[in-house]
């Protein structure tokens, strides 16, 4: 499957952006989806994920309500809409998806490691400032 994130910009402290990732190429209702970020000189940084049908999703620690992990398998593409954001939430956003149609994980232990993803996306840069 082939990852297109897109919505990244530049935005004032307590703004808001959706991000979006286009799938294209499999079935996209057999991937659990997935959002990470990484800022500069840091570790990739769980941020949310969702399951294959939509009815899961769970959030890294310091999101706290502040984000919300999406998907429209009639549309192929996941969304990550981010509210009262922070200059620490600049990074690069990436979107990762892993086939889990023979449900082979699930759930927060497994989706907050990187190398659980098989596929991701080009990233798209979210800065906000201060």
């Known amino acids: 499957v082939q990852l297109q994130a897109s919505g990244g910009g530049l935005v004032q402290t307590g703004g808001s952006l959706r991000l979006s990732c286009a799938a294209s190429?499999?079935?996209?209702?057999?991937?659990?989806m997935g959002w990470f970020r990484q800022a500069p000189a840091k570790e990739r940084e769980f941020v949310a994920a969702i399951n294959r049908n939509g009815g899961n999703t769970y959030y890294g620690d310091f999101v706290k309500d502040r984000f919300t992990i999406s998907r429209d398998n009639s549309d192929n593409t996941v969304y990550l809409q981010m509210n009262s954001l922070k200059p620490e939430d600049t990074a690069v956003y990436y979107c990762a998806a892993f086939d889990n149609s023979e449900d082979y994980c699930s759930g927060y232990g497994c989706y907050n490691k990187a190398e659980f993803w098989e596929h991701w996306g080009q990233g798209t840069q979210v800065t906000v400032s201060s």
């Open positions: 190429g499999r079935t996209f209702s057999d991937y659990d």
